[in-house]
């Protein structure tokens, strides 16, 4: 890359650092982490089918359809683990021999994987699969509880993808498909398609496309309460190698492009070719990144008036890259329509006979404008459609697709960025919470198998929640959201998970539910209780602060209960300790204190306290405390207490120390009876006890051998005279000795040495684990 470009790349992010002071906190932590095990979510999966990766939501029906690989599912929407039907759609023998005679695996490959379904009306859906490398659609409907295939076959080819797993995009408006995919086997035309009664697609150029990777599409009503006549409009969100740019290597740049539904294509030039085909470079700057970032999904966001409606899109760090960075920033409509509008275009010069540079086109453009779709002023100079268009404005459009304006984020920025994390899928609802205010909540799929729920608030990103929906880390592949319903569907290659967009069950006190943040859920003070405000009633007196997380109202929660345990001198302690919120700090008191953490002595593990060699000095009072910092109030709350008592010497062998984990509330603390409960550690310990009694095990086995081979000698069946005249020692001789002095230590105690190198302040010397009845 040339300095000349990453000079002014610089000083822009300087730029958005110095504007936009909420960049340096963009990498949010989410405030909860919920593994799948505590994810009570409802689950779709049938055996030997695979690749879930098509999901069209029927409210009207009640159903959820899924599109598998060679299977279609009608699932029940408001359970998706109940199947209402499924139908089979396999691929022919003959084909899928073809198929692999072509070169494709037979059984990935060479099936048939459903890559689009979509609604016609009440009673029929359209339906379209990869069938072996050679697409084909078909209609389907529910009829009598049936899915049922109407076997009106068509010819899937520039609606539906040859490869499985290329990515695609669709959208169906007033009965007419749009499409954007590939035309051919190989995968090298790629084409946006309109199949209709006035077929058209683009340019076979690739100024037009090149080599790109379409990920979302959509229709905006922009003809509505237009001054200007204006039409409807399909835009494509997609990547492509950029042509703008002089490089050695391939740079992959984000694209929106957008058609007029309207558009019936060229007389002479552009027949059956788009007329009103333009695109534009869409900006989303990763903070410490020089390279564009890579746009993976959008979605449309309606607000009422078309005007104010926005699009959301997440983006990736560059392929290439060695830092793996993932983004979301917004688009305004009305900004994409204005580069569209009045925008300058690009336009290719020759500098060598070889060699094509863009630059900014400086003329006047013909008229009417080039891309322009056909409006009142169009219609007034005589033009009432595409076909009518001069030959000059259709000429320009055919080579200057590309304006020389970018989309900017509303923002200035990203709204959202996480390090280390791939996101693959975004969708957006929009509610209402208690102030009366409408709030977009965002959520978003990773390549790991999670969705991250995440809402800004007047520039400040917070990350509800993130939930593991899939138990091996695979992408999430598909998001659809029901907003009637409430409900969010995430597909993937095992199987289809439905989740609740309010989840307010899982905030058991009144602090956590306020500190979520969550427009969804308010405390309701009367029912103590965390509840959704779609199911609450007007008069309900109920709790909520979003930008503030005020929660003053809470009432002070029931005191933690402090548990008793008897400490054996020499014995190794664990207290438990859970937290309940990412964004809190932990930290440890004794007799009222903050505990001083030396080294060799204590240990903090995953919140847990670890005391090593326990001794009369340790017998007390022990607290856990969090505190939770929230805009810019605090909240510290007791999470656990424990009361530690020194055992009498004659009760050394019948009881020991350890913990129970408690719910975390706060403030004071009560004492519960005397318990004896049992020690646990961290898995590395687990681990040394097993590799000790191993070689335990292996010295017993070791004298046993030793004592046959002397008994051997006494009775004068071996002889030792061959091995004199060598000086050696016998093997055997070095193992008796150390497994004897193993063996010497199994009537004991063991003594275990563990090192680990000291960090983030903490460290753990080795110390003596005295095993006993205790700790079985």
């Known amino acids: 890359m040339s300095s000349a470009l990453l000079t002014p790349n610089v000083l822009f992010g300087l730029l958005l650092v110095c504007v936009f002071p909420v960049l340096c906190t963009l990498d949010c932590t989410p405030r909860k982490s919920i593994p799948y095990q505590r994810n009570h979510f409802k689950v779709f999966r049938a055996d030997g089918i695979w690749n879930y990766s098509t999901l069209l939501i029927r409210e009207d029906l009640g159903l959820l359809i899924v599109g598998a690989r060679e299977a279609i599912f009608a699932l029940d929407i408001n359970d998706i683990s109940d199947a209402k039907a499924k139908t089979t759609w396999q691929v022919p023998e003959a084909k899928r021999k073809e198929c692999e005679y072509k070169g494709k695996h037979r059984d990935i490959e060479c099936s048939n994987y459903i890559r689009m379904l979509h609604q016609i009306n009440e009673s029929t859906m359209y339906v379209c699969g990869t069938n072996a490398f050679n697409p084909i659609c078909d209609n389907i409907a529910y009829v009598d509880g049936q899915l049922k295939m109407e076997g009106k076959l068509e010819e899937g080819k520039g609606k539906c993808p040859f490869d499985p797993f290329q990515s695609y995009s669709s959208v169906m408006v007033d009965g007419d498909l749009y499409s954007a995919t590939v035309f051919n086997f190989m995968g090298s035309e790629p084409i946006i398609f309109r199949s209709s009664h006035s077929i058209l697609r683009t340019e076979l150029m690739s100024s037009w496309l090149n080599e790109p990777r379409f990920v979302y599409m959509d229709m905006v009503p922009e003809s509505v309460d237009s001054p200007q006549g204006d039409d409807d409009k399909i835009y494509v969100f997609f990547s492509e190698i950029a042509v703008e740019y002089d490089f050695y290597s391939k740079l992959i740049v984000s694209r929106v492009a957008r058609v007029c539904k309207g558009d019936r294509g060229g007389q002479r030039t552009l027949q059956k070719k788009w007329t009103s085909f333009l695109k534009a470079s869409i900006n989303c700057p990763i903070p410490g990144s020089l390279l564009p970032s890579v746009v ?176 091996s880390p695979e992408p999430v592949t598909v998001l659809r959201l029901s907003t009637n319903k409430g409900q969010l569907y995430a597909g993937s290659s095992s199987g289809v998970v439905q989740m609740p967009v309010a989840d307010c069950s899982r905030y058991s006190l009144c602090l956590d539910c306020v500190l979520a943040r969550d427009p969804y859920c308010a405390w309701d003070l009367s029912s103590h209780r965390c509840t959704s405000l779609s199911h609450s009633s007007k008069n309900v007196d109920l709790v909520q602060s979003l930008h503030d997380g005020d929660a003053s109202r809470c009432p002070d929660p029931e005191p933690v209960v402090v548990r008793n345990g008897t400490l054996v ?120 006890n097993v590799w000790v009694a191993t070689q335990v095990a292996l010295g017993v086995v070791c004298v046993l051998m030793v004592a046959l081979l002397l008994w051997n000698l006494y009775k004068g069946h071996l002889t030792l005279q061959k091995c004199r005249p060598q000086h050696r020692k016998l093997p055997q001789c070095d193992s008796v000795t150390s497994h004897q002095t193993s063996s010497s230590h199994s009537s004991g105690q063991l003594v275990i040495s563990l090192k680990n190198n000291q960090t983030n302040g903490t460290r753990t010397d080795s110390f003596k684990h005295t095993i006993d009845e205790s700790e079985i």
């Open 296 to 471: 993976q999904d959008a979605f449309l966001v309606h607000n009422g008036d078309w005007k104010k409606n926005i699009f959301y899109a997440i983006f990736t760090s560059q392929p290439a890259s060695n830092d793996v960075s993932s983004a979301v920033c917004a688009y305004s409509v009305s900004d994409i329509n204005e580069v569209f509008a009045n925008g300058k275009y690009k336009t290719p010069l020759s500098v060598d006979a070889s060699h094509v540079k863009w630059v900014m086109y400086t003329g006047d453009p013909p008229v009417p404008r080039p891309g322009a779709c056909i409006n009142n002023e169009a219609r007034a100079s005589g033009i009432q459609s595409s076909l009518e268009l001069p030959d000059k404005t259709l000429q320009f459009i055919r080579d200057r697709p590309l304006m020389d304006n970018s989309v900017e984020p509303i923002t200035g920025g990203p709204m959202l960025v996480r390090n280390g994390i791939t996101f693959t899928r975004i969708v957006v609802d929009r509610t209402v919470a208690l102030d009366g205010k409408p709030y977009e909540v965002m959520f978003i799929g990773t390549d790991s198998g999670y969705v991250q729920k995440a809402v800004n608030y007047k520039g400040e990103m917070h990350i509800i929640v993130e939930l593991q929906v899939f138990q």
């Open 569 to 688: 001198v020499g014995n190794n302690i664990r207290l438990s300790c859970q937290q309940d919120s990412n964004l809190a700090q932990v930290s440890w008191h004794f007799a009222g204190q903050p505990l001083n953490i030396s080294p060799g002595k204590y240990t903090i593990y995953n919140d847990d306290l670890f005391i090593y060699n326990a001794s009369a000095s340790d017998v007390g009072h022990y607290t856990c405390v969090s505190v939770e910092r929230v805009v810019s109030r605090q909240y510290r709350r007791t999470l656990a207490a424990y009361d530690l008592h020194l055992v009498p010497d004659e009760d050394k062998d019948l009881i020991s120390v350890g913990t129970k984990t408690e719910k975390p509330p706060r403030s004071p603390t009560t004492t519960a009876p005397n318990t004896a409960v049992h020690p646990s550690f961290p898995q590395q310990y687990k681990t040394a």
